[in-house]
């Protein structure tokens, strides 16, 4: 124990802390320039250590910045069934990363104390890295702050974000949810892809075709290493290999979503689907240009409405009465609320901005899907939920069509990876729903229109003023800014606002949504005007948009 302790201290002196800097653990772990990073990645190794023999099971840990530019950097833990570590040891990781050089174990003491943690007890960590030039050192700061603690680490090289949580989970279901390789993660996705397409026939290589934005990331990588494998049911022109171009730069799911344009370095031509990953491919969006070259982008709304409907229809044919719902945020758009509720007949649960919030919110259902806006997103499935699907498939008195619909549910379980939002999966259930509905990328988006929207950003002296409730879609404080947002949403048709601080800076950021484009920013520019005046707004008054 002493021993362990003072090669702690010996190697933390290898990646010292700068006196003074404070970081916090927020929904994407932290990030920020990678020269402020070394010190965090060995403490993040230690804190994964001692997780581990907290649960007994092997952890995560990802070094990545997902969508942020290349000279940042990040680090993610991951908990043993895939999911995102829990909030109380997110307050671990902060008081860890903060503690000054001589202060450290006193901290780490603090946590094993607290959380009574069995130091003899083996530890197991699963590190994987994206492929900035600074992921490397980074990734080996964690491993040494794992060896400082007697840990053992796993080093999966480059992986994106979602394969590094299907690792881990299928190391701690003993192989149950799938072999805990690269080649195993490929292996069961395209094989449940290729199940899922092989009833339907004469695809042409039109259909079959579709253009991939790798955003110069670690998606690209994976998705040339999978090519070979779908054997040419799904025929993929990749761009943004990481060849030439910087990662992210004009490119990839974030650039496509707030740009509301085609990335840089792909080649359109109209009518043809494309889809863009994020930087660590765990999120993705669709988008085509039309015959007259006007843009379309197919959101992670649109994407859940597809699935959803899928779903929907497959339950209805395999006549399972299995409980389903879509959560969503207050960002989804208004017109995808309505078709799903209205049409669709699916429950629609709203909760708070952040992955883990619609995660858990969907373990409430059978089966939950949930997709944020920016195209993070999957479908959970309740055990007992695979069961019965399983029974079905299985079962030998059913007629044909509800067989088929059990077997179709049991693939698309299989090609969604139910551990956090994966671009590959959620491409590959995409591309197969379309191949099976016979859909081209123009009718999926005029399932229902979106309602113009506006997103702008008011700066303010202290984002804390601000508080809400009802899934962040009212303001509770301060006094009298929800009356101002409610007034003025009643001047427009089929009009909705909110607003919500920022997770990360101080800035409140302002949603508005009506029946047309003007109206849209003519309601956002005047709730940013209250927000402004009610909220402590600092610099000029907003300006209207021209």
Request: hydrophobic share 40%; charged share 25%; aromatic share 6%.
């Amino acid at each position: 124990m002493m021993s362990q302790f003072q090669e702690v201290l010996k190697q933390s002196g290898l990646h010292p802390k700068p006196a003074g800097l404070v970081l916090q653990y927020g929904t994407a772990g932290f990030r920020t320039n990678a020269k402020q990073l070394d010190h965090i990645m060995f403490r993040m190794g230690l804190l994964a250590t001692l997780r581990s023999r907290k649960t007994k099971a092997t952890i995560g840990v990802m070094v990545t910045a997902s969508h942020n530019p290349e000279e940042d950097n990040g680090v993610k833990l991951i908990d043993p069934m895939g999911e995102m570590v829990t909030p109380t040891w997110e307050g671990y990781a902060t008081q860890l990363a903060n503690a000054e050089q001589e202060d450290l174990l006193t901290a780490l003491k603090d946590v094993i104390e607290k959380e009574a943690i069995d130091m003899s007890q083996e530890a197991d960590v699963f590190v994987g890295k994206d492929t900035r030039s600074s992921s490397a050192s980074l990734s080996q700061a964690v491993m040494d702050g794992v060896s400082a603690l007697g840990g053992h680490s796993k080093d999966y090289g480059l992986v994106t974000t979602p394969q590094l949580h299907y690792m881990v989970c299928c190391q701690n279901t003993k192989g149950k949810y799938g072999d805990a390789t690269v080649e195993g993660y490929y292996s069961k996705l395209y094989q449940a892809f290729i199940q899922l397409t092989k009833s339907v026939s004469n695809r042409t290589d039109d259909q079959k075709h579709l253009s991939v934005d790798g955003a110069n990331g670690i998606g690209a990588l994976k998705v040339r290493e999978m090519e070979a494998h779908l054997k040419k049911e799904l025929q993929i022109s990749l761009f943004n290999d990481g060849s030439k171009g910087k990662l992210n730069h004009q490119c990839g799911a974030d650039f496509v979503k707030v740009q509301q344009k085609p990335p840089t370095g792909v080649e359109m031509n109209p009518g043809e689907r494309c889809c863009s990953f994020d930087g660590d491919a765990d999120r993705i969006v669709y988008y085509f240009i039309d015959s007259e070259g006007q843009f379309h982008l197919l959101d992670g709304d649109k994407i859940a409405t597809l699935i959803s409907t899928f779903l929907k229809e497959l339950l209805t044919q395999a006549g399972l009465d299995l409980k389903m719902g879509a959560v969503q945020t207050a960002y989804a758009n208004g017109s995808s609320t309505r078709y799903l509720e209205d049409t669709m007949q699916v429950i629609v649960r709203c909760t708070k901005t952040g992955v883990k919030h619609l995660h858990h919110a969907a373990q409430e259902f059978d089966i939950g899907v949930y997709f944020e806006a920016n195209g993070h997103g999957t479908v959970l499935f309740s055990k007992a939920a695979e069961e019965i699907i399983q029974h079905l498939a299985e079962d030998a008195n059913i007629n044909d069509e509800r067989k088929r619909a059990a077997r179709m549910l049991q693939n698309t379980i299989n090609v969604i990876n139910q551990t956090v939002g994966d671009a590959i999966a959620d491409m590959l259930l995409i591309e197969a729903i379309l191949a099976i509905k016979g859909m081209t990328i123009q009718q999926w988006d005029s399932i229902y229109s979106d309602l113009p929207n506006r997103q702008l950003k008011v700066k303010v002296a202290d984002r804390r003023v601000i508080d809400t409730a009802d899934a962040e879609r009212r303001a509770v404080s301060p006094a009298g800014l929800q009356d101002a947002i409610d007034s003025l949403v009643k001047k427009y048709r089929k009009a909705r606002s909110f607003v919500r601080p920022s997770g990360t800076e101080d800035v409140v950021r302002v949603y508005a949504e009506a029946e047309t484009q003007e109206s849209a920013d003519d309601l956002a520019h005047k709730v940013s005007l209250a927000v402004y005046r009610l909220a402590g707004g600092v610099g000029g008054e907003p300006k209207q948009l021209l």
